[in-house]
């Protein structure tokens, strides 16, 4: 079974975009997983295809509609479709590796791209929305943010990455940044490459790594490292 996923989009033509390449464009070939992207502007119902309209209460911008969007959502996700709903959307809970590998367990996903101002809170609500957001900034509309779930999702489906080993050590996969990274040539501009990763001594250049990850993340991200870390001595 393959990770499904169905975009709702004004620009449909941003798909797969950046993930027609590389791991996740031939992943897509191979069927790993695939790739819907369906336009909102198609279930409108006015000669104009209007898809927005004036916020209530006034103010700056357009919100989107909820009866074009449930339409487009009904058409996408029909009752039985087990998928998760999502809405990007920076009031969204942040994106995090644990959703990310929970979603790539999963049967694939529905996500739903807003613009302009954002959508109407009453399609979030009957549609079951889960809002993500991919982090404290705003961009122009949720389309590269469904791209970036969907890059995160699919390098972890079965077969994508060569090499599985990669994909656990990385970075917040143990709750850590990762450690630094070396490779040839030995010295660069005057800076060798750190004694211990030349030793062959496996269970040193272990802790080495270990350390460094852990000062890393002392440094730059001491919000990660719980008290009880069990790699923090
Ligand atoms: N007025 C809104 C921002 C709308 S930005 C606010 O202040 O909250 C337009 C669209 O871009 C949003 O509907 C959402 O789909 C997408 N978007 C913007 N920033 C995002 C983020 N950080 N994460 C996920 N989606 C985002």
Same mark, same amino acid.
């Given at each position: 079974?393959?990770?499904?996923?169905?975009?709702?989009?004004?620009?449909?033509?941003?798909?797969?975009?950046?993930? &027609?390449?590389?791991?996740?464009?031939?992943?897509?070939?191979?069927? +790993?997983?695939? /790739? %819907?992207? @369906?336009? *909102?502007? $198609? =279930?409108?119902?006015?000669?104009?295809?209007?898809?927005?309209?004036?916020?209530?209460?006034?103010?700056?911008?357009?919100?989107?509609?909820?009866?074009?969007?449930?339409?487009?959502?009904?058409?996408?996700?029909?009752?039985?479709?087990?998928?998760?709903?999502?809405?990007?959307?920076?009031?969204?809970?942040?994106?995090?590796?644990?959703?990310?590998?929970?979603?790539?367990?999963?049967?694939?996903?529905?996500?739903?791209? &807003?613009?302009?101002?954002?959508?109407?809170?009453?399609?979030?609500? +009957?549609?079951? /929305? %889960?809002? @993500?957001? *991919?982090? $404290? =900034?705003?961009?122009?509309?949720?389309?590269?943010?469904?791209?970036?779930?969907?890059?995160?999702?699919?390098?972890?489906?079965?077969?994508?990455?060569?090499?599985?080993?990669?994909?656990?050590?990385?970075?917040?996969?143990?709750?850590?940044?990762?450690?630094?990274?070396?490779?040839?040539?030995?010295?660069?501009?005057?800076?060798?490459?750190?004694?211990?990763?030349?030793?062959?001594?496996?269970?040193?250049?272990?802790?080495?790594?270990?350390?460094?990850?852990?000062?890393?993340?002392?440094?730059?991200?001491?919000?990660?490292?719980?008290?009880?870390?069990?790699?923090?001595?």
């Amino acid at each position: 079974m393959s990770f499904a996923a169905s975009v709702l989009t004004l620009y449909p033509e941003m798909f797969p975009g950046a993930l &027609g390449l590389s791991l996740a464009g031939r992943a897509l070939e191979a069927g +790993t997983w695939s /790739l %819907e992207a @369906i336009q *909102i502007r $198609d =279930f409108a119902t006015d000669r104009h295809r209007t898809v927005d309209d004036t916020p209530a209460g006034g103010g700056a911008g357009m919100v989107m509609r909820a009866d074009v969007l449930a339409k487009a959502i009904d058409h996408a996700s029909p009752p039985g479709d087990e998928r998760p709903r999502l809405l990007m959307s920076p009031r969204g809970k942040p994106l995090t590796q644990a959703r990310v590998r929970e979603l790539a367990a999963g049967p694939g996903a529905v996500i739903l791209c &807003g613009r302009f101002e954002g959508v109407d809170q009453r399609l979030i609500e +009957t549609r079951g /929305l %889960e809002e @993500i957001s *991919i982090g $404290d =900034f705003i961009l122009s509309g949720g389309e590269p943010a469904a791209l970036v779930l969907l890059d995160a999702v699919v390098r972890l489906l079965p077969g994508v990455m060569g090499n599985a080993v990669s994909g656990e050590e990385e970075s917040f996969e143990n709750g850590l940044l990762e450690h630094p990274h070396y490779t040839r040539p030995q010295e660069f501009e005057g800076r060798p490459i750190p004694d211990v990763l030349i030793s062959g001594n496996h269970k040193k250049i272990a802790e080495w790594r270990r350390a460094e990850a852990v000062k890393l993340t002392r440094e730059r991200r001491p919000d990660l490292l719980a008290p009880d870390h069990p790699l923090v001595k």
